[in-house]
């Protein structure tokens, strides 16, 4: 019986949790394959893509720094992750050529629908950041037909470039990150600011009881965008613990055929995470 291999590649790789969540969806579906992590030199990504797939691998991850050139490499490339101009999927096809696709976005909405049971569909969104991680669920989230994105950045002039990109896709605007002054169903913390533990300058005046927040980051504790968010009053608060396990199924579903469970995923990564600290 033959084994397929797959893999994620990049830079740091080594705090990677898409092997476990992998080896989790091919255990629970019964694929015979297996997931690696690869560490990647910053110079050396396309030849470490080659050498993968002249090997006999069939589907890789990308992660930071290579989304990029993920996008640059690949023979060919779908829609979303055209206008997202980043790959973090790669799909061997049949005739040998690289497919590249980008699972972000769907990761994020399917997290939003199925894991928290929410709507975006007639909903306000603020959507905070106008980087890589924003362009990726930009095309999804208006797919599902909020009634307004508002794009906010620190550097105004790149939130106003995004949402003019997007604005055939639905309602998308842009605003000062100060501008913003009434209440949101949805805000989405596109930054890596809590990585910093840092919070974007937003107006409390966003928040009222209703808002629900989702920072695409996580963490063993509340990451300090939700803890500010709630501290506002917000109604819920979102990590993007989910959301990394929702793109995964993804690209397994792309590569196996099978759409992988995931909720049991998540809470066992959560599980794992408040035990060992992160």
């Known amino acids: 019986m033959s084994i397929d291999h797959y893999a994620v590649m990049g830079n740091p790789i080594k705090h ?13 579906t019964d694929q015979h394959m297996t997931y690696t992590s690869i560490l990647v030199p910053e110079d050396g990504f396309t030849e470490a893509v080659r050498q993968f797939f002249a090997a006999g691998g069939k589907g890789l991850n990308i992660t930071v720094p290579f989304k990029l050139q993920a996008f640059e490499l690949a023979d060919s490339c779908t829609e979303r992750a055209q206008r997202a101009r980043a790959v973090n999927t790669l799909i061997l096809q049949a005739n040998g050529a690289l497919l ?6 769907v990761g994020m909405v399917r997290d939003i629908l199925h894991n928290h049971d929410g709507r975006i569909a007639g909903k306000k969104l603020l959507v905070v950041g106008a980087g890589g991680a924003v362009r990726g669920i930009l095309a999804p989230l208006l797919a599902e037909n909020p009634a307004q994105v508002v794009l906010t950045n620190r550097t105004f002039d790149k ?3 995004l949402a003019q990109e997007f604005q055939t ?4 605007s842009a605003q000062r990150l100060d501008e913003p002054r009434q209440p949101f169903n949805w805000i989405i913390n596109g930054t890596a600011a809590s990585l910093q533990g840092a919070v974007p300058e937003l107006a409390p005046a966003v928040i009222d009881e209703h808002t629900c927040v989702y920072d695409m980051m996580y963490g063993k504790d509340l ?5 500010w968010a709630l501290q506002q009053g917000a109604h819920k608060a979102f990590d993007g613990l989910g959301m990394l396990v929702e793109q995964a199924a993804e690209s397994f ?6 759409m992988p469970p995931t ?9 794992a995470m408040a035990s060992t600290g992160g």
């Open 159 to 161: 939130a106003a470039q």
């Open 16 to 28: 990677s949790k898409s092997p476990a969540i992998h080896r989790a969806f091919a255990e629970m």
């Open 223 to 227: 990451t300090p965008f939700n803890a």
């Open 253 to 258: 579903r792309l590569w196996r055929g099978v």
């Open 263 to 271: 909720a049991n995923v998540i809470s066992q990564l959560r599980a």
């Open 100 to 105: 590249g696709d980008n699972t972000d976005g």
């Open 169 to 172: 896709l639905g309602s998308i």
